[in-house]
């Protein structure tokens, strides 16, 4: 028991040493923190998280998701144009394109595609 102690305690005084020799010796220094941090949609990570944040920058990157996945049902219709019936292909087709402008009128009204932030 005592041998299993002895040996626990100079693993943690060696693992010890190596962090802080690590630490002493690194390169890196208080000026490349800032490089380092991470850097998302303009927000500096270093001051209060609790910041206002641009409901314009969320609406824009809504309607960008939503024309994304728009362009990924799009292409299966175009696709399948030779294998379905005409007459069902253009009523799911233009029940989309309806949908889809119906909520591009709706975005345009309340003027989210207005890119002046």
Not at 41 to 63: A, D, E, M, Q, Y
Request: with cysteine; hydrophobic share 60%.
């Amino acid at each position: 028991m005592f041998i299993l102690n002895l040996l626990s305690i100079i693993i943690f005084l060696i693992s010890n040493i190596f962090i802080i020799l690590s630490l002493i010796i690194s390169k890196k220094s208080n000026l490349d923190r800032e490089k380092c941090s991470p850097f998302e949609c303009g927000f500096n990570p270093k001051n209060l998280p609790r910041i206002p944040f641009s409901l314009h920058f969320f609406l824009i990157t809504v309607i960008f998701l939503i024309f994304d996945i728009e362009i990924a049902l799009i292409l299966p219709m175009i696709i399948s144009f030779k294998s379905v019936n005409f007459i069902i292909w253009w009523k799911i087709n233009s029940f989309f394109m309806i949908m889809l402008l119906i909520g591009l009128y709706h975005e345009w009204n309340q003027n989210m595609l207005n890119w002046i932030i």
